[in-house]
């Protein structure tokens, strides 16, 4: 059995909508983010960086959310395209893209602190940062004219980007304000598992 430890609205957010798409059978175990009990012993067993999220498959224990997705993907077929093709090194190229430099520059604006004494001013400069990232995203999306990410095929970068593109709802020019990049976080919104997600981590509004 396949087990999620998540917290609402956290980095098990993708995760957590790619497992409700593939329809396997999986646990939900909360890590009381709250209380701290993501620096706990016993979690740090599990996630020695003290982060979420942490999946449990089998004697496997996985952390880092992209790799989370590329490892369900992997052991799921359907959700990315096949080994050796262009298309595969494109969702390749994207899910590193997503999370090493829109997701960690998204980092810097929810934690500024951790940069520097000047936290209004880090917060400031990543969000002027995020901005052209989003711009990236939107022309990526305007140029193929599909559905997804990738194309015409939903896969395992879908839920990683409508989740960083969500964590933007704060900012003056969110990525939802975007024509392409709007349209498509609509379209995954929509789809029935993320709104199965939505409505077990009691997400509020505006979602995204």
């Known amino acids: 059995m396949i087990e999620l430890h998540y917290f609402p609205s956290n980095a098990s957010f993708a995760p957590h909508i790619l497992l409700e798409e593939m329809g396997v059978p999986f646990t939900l175990r909360v890590v009381d983010r709250a209380n701290n009990e993501h620096k706990s012993p016993a979690y740090l067993k599990l996630n ?20 989370i997705l590329m490892h369900l993907a992997d052991c799921h077929p359907g ?15 994207w899910m590193v893209w997503l999370t090493n430099t829109l997701q960690a520059m998204l980092i810097h604006y ?3 602190d951790r940069m520097a004494t000047d936290a209004a001013e880090v917060k400031a400069r990543a969000e002027a940062q995020v901005a052209p990232m989003l711009d990236q995203l939107d022309a990526h999306l305007a140029r193929h004219g599909g559905d997804w990410f990738l194309g015409s095929e939903y896969t395992a970068v879908d839920p990683l980007a409508f989740m960083l593109c969500r964590w933007t709802r704060m900012q003056a020019r969110p990525a939802k304000t975007r024509p392409a990049l709007g349209a498509y976080l609509k ?3 929509d789809r029935p ?7 077990k981590e ?7």
């Not at 999220?53 to 959310?65: A, I, R, S």
């Not at 598992?193 to 409505?199: E, F, H, L, P």
Request: zero cysteines.
């Open 110 to 112: 929810f934690y500024p």
């Open 187 to 189: 379209r995954v919104f």
């Open 202 to 208: 009691q997400l509020p509004d505006p979602v995204y």
């Open 79 to 93: 959700f990315a395209p096949a080994p050796g093709t262009p298309e595969r090194a494109e969702y390749y190229k």
């Open 48 to 67: 020695p960086n003290g982060l979420i999220p942490t999946l449990v498959d089998g004697d496997l224990v996985l952390y880092e959310t992209a790799a």
């Open 193 to 199: 598992a993320t709104q199965r997600v939505v409505a």
